[in-house]
């Protein structure tokens, strides 16, 4: 069984920044597709970016830009980077672990953007 746990959520400003932390503790952990994903009250939850096992990532359109995914193969980490936050940026983020037919979810750490 494996189990992700986020970190770094809280309140910001618009503009400013946080960094999101997950620890994975998953056998071979290299081999997993990591990503993170938000849902905003009231709507569905939403890829926000993921990265491959070698490392390849890939972002939803409205971070482009803003937000940076990358991942520590040794310590079993993903971290999502997000810069110039908006208030529509707030959302509870999770982290998420896929291989093959197995996915795996963390239980969400609260961003929220507001002065």
């Known amino acids: 069984q494996a189990q992700l746990v986020e970190s770094g959520g809280g309140l910001v400003q618009p503009g400013g920044s946080l960094r999101l932390s997950c620890a994975a503790s998953v056998t071979f952990f290299s081999t997993y597709g990591m990503g993170w994903y938000r849902q905003a009250p009231g709507k569905q939850r939403e890829l926000v970016a993921d990265?491959?096992?070698?490392?390849?990532?890939n972002y939803a359109e409205p971070v482009k830009g803003r937000f940076t995914i990358s991942r520590d193969n040794v310590k079993s980490l993903v971290y999502l980077q997000m810069n110039s936050l908006k208030p529509e940026d707030t959302a509870v983020y999770y982290c998420?672990?896929?291989?093959?037919?197995?996915?795996?979810w963390g239980q969400g750490t609260q961003v929220t953007v507001s002065s």
């Open positions: 990265i491959t096992r070698d490392a390849t990532t």
């Open positions: 998420n672990a896929q291989r093959g037919d197995y996915q795996y």
